[in-house]
């Protein structure tokens, strides 16, 4: 996905617990290099952080799974976004988190429904 926003301001959403609250989680807050994840869906987990290189890569273990987000500057600004899970079957919260970043960082926008009774999952497996 391409972001019109910087690499610093895309890491920035993901390495932090202000950026991860206002388009991923109800709260993400970290300490000692694990995040407290907690989501509108009601789960909650801890989650370690497996590497993080400033505006470039960050690789978390989620919920059983490998979360890495990887940032290429765009050759005329922006940021180049990839987004990829260790399960295959994660490709629709993938998409969702993907585009719920994107609003987030370029418009200041939270796509979420902030409804514990709805999720987060837009489409079936």
Not at 41 to 61: F, K, P, S
Not at 65 to 71: E, K, P, Q, V, Y
Not at 78 to 88: H, V, W, Y
Request: hydrophobic share 35%; glycine share 10%; with cysteine.
């Amino acid at each position: 996905m391409f972001c019109a926003s910087g690499p610093n301001d895309v890491y920035r959403a993901v390495s932090t617990a202000l950026g991860r609250e206002r388009f991923w989680a109800t709260s993400a807050p970290e300490s000692g290099g694990v995040i407290s994840f907690r989501l509108g869906d009601g789960r909650a987990g801890e989650c370690r952080i497996e590497e993080a290189v400033r505006d470039e890569l960050y690789r978390l273990q989620y919920f059983g799974r490998t979360l890495t987000f990887t940032l290429t500057a765009g050759d005329t600004g922006g940021t180049e976004l990839m987004l990829s899970s260790s399960d295959p079957a994660d490709c629709a919260e993938v998409v969702s988190l993907l585009l719920r970043l994107k609003a987030s960082v370029d418009f200041g926008v939270d796509l979420r429904n902030h409804d514990e009774a709805r999720t987060a999952s837009y489409a079936d497996s």
